[in-house]
């Protein structure tokens, strides 16, 4: 299954700085170019980490998640595949290789969904 709005990401709304004062909402930093021209560097999101509780992950959806072996990283990236054992296939948007990297992770290892980008205040 794939998420329809999958190929964007909204800015974040009076709903969603709510929950994130609700604390139902973490904010995180974008630390690299991996899912440019979406996101970049220095740009936060808005994560909800419930969001897997009660649903599986979609195709589509970017999520942040522990890095499989690099102890203490997080990463954002966008599910690209799923297979039948757990496994997600986690790549970022850029087009040029050499700022992108792919991962497989266990579904245990993603800690939520990203719901939007915060907005910025200029």
């Not at 964007?8 to 690299?32: A, D």
């Not at 599910?79 to 497989?104: H, R, T």
């Not at 266990?106 to 907005?119: D, H």
């Amino acid at each position: 299954m794939r998420r329809n709005d999958s190929e964007k990401l909204q800015e974040s709304n009076c709903r969603e700085v709510f929950l994130w004062l609700c604390r139902r909402r973490r904010r995180c930093r974008v630390m690299g170019p991996s899912m440019r021209p979406l996101l970049s560097t220095d740009d936060e999101v808005l994560v909800d980490m419930m969001a897997y509780r009660h649903q599986l992950p979609l195709v589509g959806d970017i999520v942040i998640a522990r890095h499989p072996t690099q102890l203490g990283q997080q990463i954002i990236k966008r599910i690209k595949g799923l297979n039948g054992d757990g496994q997600l296939y986690l790549q970022g948007d850029n087009p040029d290789p050499a700022q992108n990297s792919s991962v497989m992770v266990p579904e245990s290892l993603v800690l939520g969904r990203v719901t939007s980008r915060f907005a910025e205040s200029k």
